[in-house]
């Protein structure tokens, strides 16, 4: 799927940056341009293989928003039309898709991502999707409740979220900050693989995934997770059916990126590797696991030629709201925006209006 990525704000650049680096690479050649936008300098100059955009440089000098998302979203409002010019050459023919990448939890890309994404769907017929990346559950009150606001109107202006969890993909006992490298260099690798196995590649048979199944996978909107797992393959086919169940599993249980998410409204499952250690007969018997365990009558199943001498099973998910760790994290959001507003609560006032009469 040839795909433009827009990174914006800190965890933003930093992952458009990775992803592209990734495709490179690996000369897979999905991605087709990308740019990060940022209201912090800083934030920008430390990136070194993307083309990077400055906005609100009126309103915050290069300093960033901070936590502050509202700040954020009016910034990319004010400097939409400039970004959207930066976006020239980036956005061509045949572009498949555009993804908006952002942490949620912070300042500008919080409030500059759904922005941005309303803004591109005004102009680009091809789906606009964002890759969202949710504040582990550590980090603090202000994180969740910004990522809360954030994910609502993304979920509202998206064609669908991809949902990272930064609890989701690095060791336990590490901590989420230590973790970012480790976490970033997954998120390339498994959304990069992704949006390569996209990419029809010329003389080989129809069960090869195209970019199709992938935009219909993620067309039923909502809230989406992308689960990954691989082993080494084997030079007996029987083995490999085994090993394709075990990744398959392994890739929607315990590597998914949103944990806990199992059903869904549709799944898309491909196995990459050599063509021939995969086989067939696993593929499908892994995808009819999927459509039990998702509970989804739409899960499509195909395979990624790779040179490798592993099997790797991708799980996209779409329309994955109902997981329990949505409900778990929006309850958060809600609870965190409650305490900031009881903080600001001006005390003195709230006793003002009591029928009781002051004594002097
Ligand atoms: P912004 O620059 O104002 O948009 O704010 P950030 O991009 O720093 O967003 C803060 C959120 O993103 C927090 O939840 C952080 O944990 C997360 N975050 C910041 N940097 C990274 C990163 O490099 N990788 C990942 N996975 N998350 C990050």
């Given at each position: 799927m040839k795909v433009a990525l827009i990174g914006v704000g800190q965890a933003g650049g930093k992952v458009t940056e990775r992803l592209?680096?990734?495709?490179?690479?690996?000369?897979?050649?999905a991605v087709q341009g990308?740019?990060?936008?940022?209201?912090?300098?800083?934030?920008?100059?430390?990136?070194?293989?993307?083309?990077?955009?400055?906005?609100?440089?009126?309103?915050?000098?290069?300093h960033g928003v901070g936590g502050d998302n509202e700040l954020g979203a009016e910034i990319m409002q004010s400097d939409a039309q400039q970004v959207l010019s930066g976006l020239d050459g980036r956005v061509t023919s045949k572009s498949e898709a555009i993804f908006v990448v952002a942490g949620l939890g912070g300042g500008t890309g919080s409030g500059g991502a759904p922005?941005?994404?309303?803004?591109?769907?005004?102009?680009?017929?091809?789906?606009?999707?964002?890759?969202?990346?949710?504040?582990?559950?550590?980090?603090?009150?202000?994180?969740?409740?910004?990522?809360?606001?954030?994910?609502?109107?993304?979920?509202?202006?998206?064609?669908?979220?991809?949902?990272?969890?930064n609890d989701a993909w690095h060791e336990?006992?590490?901590?989420?900050?230590?973790?970012?490298?480790?976490?970033?260099?997954?998120?390339?690798?498994?959304?990069?693989?992704?949006?390569?196995?996209?990419?029809?590649?010329?003389?080989?048979?129809?069960?090869?995934?195209?970019?199709?199944?992938v935009i219909n996978t993620l067309r039923s909107g909502g809230i989406a997770s992308l689960g990954y797992a691989s082993e080494v393959a084997s030079d007996d086919s029987g083995e490999n059916i085994r090993?394709?169940?075990?990744?398959?599993?392994?890739?929607?249980?315990?590597?998914?990126?949103?944990?806990?998410?199992?059903?869904?409204?549709?799944?898309?499952?491909?196995?990459?590797?050599?063509?021939?250690?995969?086989?067939?007969?696993?593929?499908?018997?892994?995808?009819?696991?999927?459509?039990?365990?998702?509970?989804?009558?739409?899960?499509?199943?195909?395979?990624?030629?790779?040179?490798?001498?592993?099997?790797?099973?991708?799980?996209?998910l779409g329309g994955a709201e109902r997981s329990e760790r949505i409900e778990e994290f929006m309850q958060r959001a809600r609870e965190a925006k409650r305490a900031a507003e009881s903080e600001q609560t001006d005390h003195a006032e709230e006793f003002a209006d009591e029928r009781l009469e002051n004594l002097f």
């Open positions: 592209a680096q990734f495709d490179a690479d690996m000369g897979f050649d990308a740019l990060a936008v940022n209201s912090a300098k800083p934030d920008l100059q430390s990136l070194e293989f993307v083309d990077t955009q400055l906005i609100g440089a009126d309103r915050v000098n290069g922005v941005l994404v309303h803004e591109l769907q005004q102009v680009y017929d091809v789906p606009v999707y964002a890759l969202g990346i949710l504040p582990g559950r550590n980090e603090g009150a202000l994180y969740q409740a910004n990522a809360g606001r954030s994910l609502k109107t993304l979920a509202r202006e998206a064609d669908a979220t991809l949902l990272i969890d336990q006992g590490e901590s989420v900050e230590g973790a970012f490298e480790t976490i970033n260099g997954k998120i390339a690798q498994r959304v990069g693989l992704l949006f390569a196995s996209g990419e029809a590649v010329e003389g080989v048979g129809e069960s090869v995934v195209d970019s199709s199944e090993t394709v169940m075990t990744v398959a599993r392994q890739a929607l249980l315990t590597g998914t990126s949103l944990p806990d998410a199992t059903t869904a409204d549709s799944a898309l499952l491909v196995i990459a590797g050599e063509p021939e250690t995969v086989p067939r007969k696993g593929v499908e018997k892994a995808r009819r696991w999927l459509e039990d365990e998702t509970e989804s009558m739409q899960v499509r199943g195909g395979d990624f030629p790779l040179e490798s001498d592993r099997l790797g099973a991708l799980v996209l």
